[in-house]
């Protein structure tokens, strides 16, 4: 059956199936596991195949008259996850978590992008969303993937002390580049204890040129222009990119100063992103 799945030859992958089928209609034990190995089969190839509600009701009529073995758990795993039922990724993923039937990284992964599905679908639902943060345990939450997505979901519900909140905590044990970018986006009243913040980050990571353009977008916010143009200015001499050079054009044009703005719209229209960052 498997290997008519593979040439695509639906009709004699079916026969090879039926036959399995019925090998496993009779009563003793080895009928038995013929049957469970032909659903066994017939699941995994639909699921090959992306047929996620068809794969799903196989392979839970077999998980459910047998013993859940890990490799029909993997597979509704990836029944689920085609479905994007996020929430039962989630408890399949528990179940295989205790029986050691993925590597941890594997499995963090697996969770971070269900969480992130989930917080996704919740962004414009407040009280949704706070329940479903309030869920996710601790250690998960300090993810840098989970932790951008629960705060850009806060910040879409204009709650930026909450994403603030959510950002400050996991730089507190890991640094993440797109966070540190994220923490000077909401523009809120608390830019100048964020600004105190950064600048005690900054003497830990004095040539972070991320760091150093978030907290030029934080003194931008509250006018404080000097400081702005000093931090945007020392962004650009460790790397340069056009993120730094727009902000500085944008500065220079809300002061006034047309030539110094025109100079860096050139540059940045000329400058690149390094490898491996983001465009603030």
């Given at each position: 059956?498997?290997?008519a799945q593979r040439v695509r030859d639906t009709q004699r992958r079916d026969l090879w199936l039926g036959r399995a089928d019925e090998?496993?209609?009779?009563?003793?034990?080895?009928?038995?596991?013929?049957?469970?190995?032909?659903?066994?089969?017939?699941?995994?190839?639909?699921?090959?195949?992306?047929?996620?509600?068809?794969?799903?009701?196989?392979?839970?009529?077999?998980?459910?008259?047998?013993?859940?073995?890990?490799a029909t758990l993997l597979l509704l795993l990836r029944t689920e996850q085609g479905l994007g039922n996020w929430e039962e990724v989630?408890?399949?993923?528990?179940?295989?978590?205790?029986?050691?039937?993925?590597?941890?990284?594997?499995?963090?992964?697996?969770?971070?992008?269900?969480?992130?599905?989930?917080?996704?679908?919740?962004?414009?639902?407040?009280?949704?969303?706070?329940?479903?943060?309030?869920?996710?345990?601790?250690?998960?939450?300090?993810?840098?993937?989970?932790?951008?997505?629960?705060?850009?979901?806060?910040?879409?519900?204009g709650d930026c002390r909450s994403a603030h909140a959510i950002i400050e905590d996991v730089l507190a044990h890991h640094w993440s580049?797109?966070?540190?970018?994220?923490?000077?986006?909401?523009?809120?009243?608390?830019?100048?204890?964020?600004?105190?913040?950064?600048?005690?980050?900054?003497?830990?990571?004095?040539?972070?040129?991320?760091?150093?353009?978030?907290?030029?977008?934080?003194?931008?916010?509250?006018?404080?222009?000097?400081?702005?143009?000093?931090?945007?200015?020392?962004?650009?001499?460790?790397?340069?990119?056009?993120?730094?050079?727009?902000?500085?054009?944008?500065?220079?044009?809300?002061?006034?100063?047309?030539?110094?703005?025109?100079?860096?719209?050139?540059?940045?229209?000329?400058?690149?992103?390094?490898?491996?960052?983001?465009?603030?």
């Amino acid at each position: 059956a498997r290997a008519a799945q593979r040439v695509r030859d639906t009709q004699r992958r079916d026969l090879w199936l039926g036959r399995a089928d019925e090998s496993g209609k009779g009563e003793d034990k080895d009928a038995g596991d013929w049957s469970r190995a032909a659903l066994a089969t017939r699941g995994e190839l639909l699921v090959d195949e992306r047929d996620f509600d068809a794969a799903r009701a196989v392979l839970r009529n077999l998980n459910e008259t047998g013993p859940r073995h890990i490799a029909t758990l993997l597979l509704l795993l990836r029944t689920e996850q085609g479905l994007g039922n996020w929430e039962e990724v989630i408890r399949i993923a528990r179940l295989l978590e205790k029986r050691s039937g993925l590597p941890p990284e594997a499995l963090a992964g697996i969770l971070v992008r269900a969480r992130v599905a989930l917080l996704q679908q919740r962004t414009h639902d407040r009280k949704a969303l706070d329940q479903h943060w309030r869920d996710i345990p601790e250690a998960e939450r300090r993810q840098p993937a989970l932790a951008l997505a629960g705060a850009r979901a806060f910040m879409q519900q204009g709650d930026c002390r909450s994403a603030h909140a959510i950002i400050e905590d996991v730089l507190a044990h890991h640094w993440s580049p797109n966070l540190v970018l994220l923490y000077g986006e909401c523009i809120d009243e608390d830019a100048l204890q964020r600004i105190e913040r950064c600048e005690a980050w900054l003497k830990k990571r004095p040539r972070d040129w991320l760091l150093l353009l978030t907290l030029a977008r934080l003194c931008a916010q509250r006018e404080l222009w000097g400081k702005a143009q000093s931090y945007l200015e020392a962004s650009l001499s460790v790397q340069p990119t056009r993120a730094a050079h727009v902000a500085l054009a944008a500065l220079f044009d809300s002061i006034g100063r047309a030539d110094n703005a025109n100079r860096h719209f050139r540059a940045a229209a000329d400058a690149g992103l390094p490898s491996g960052t983001v465009e603030g």
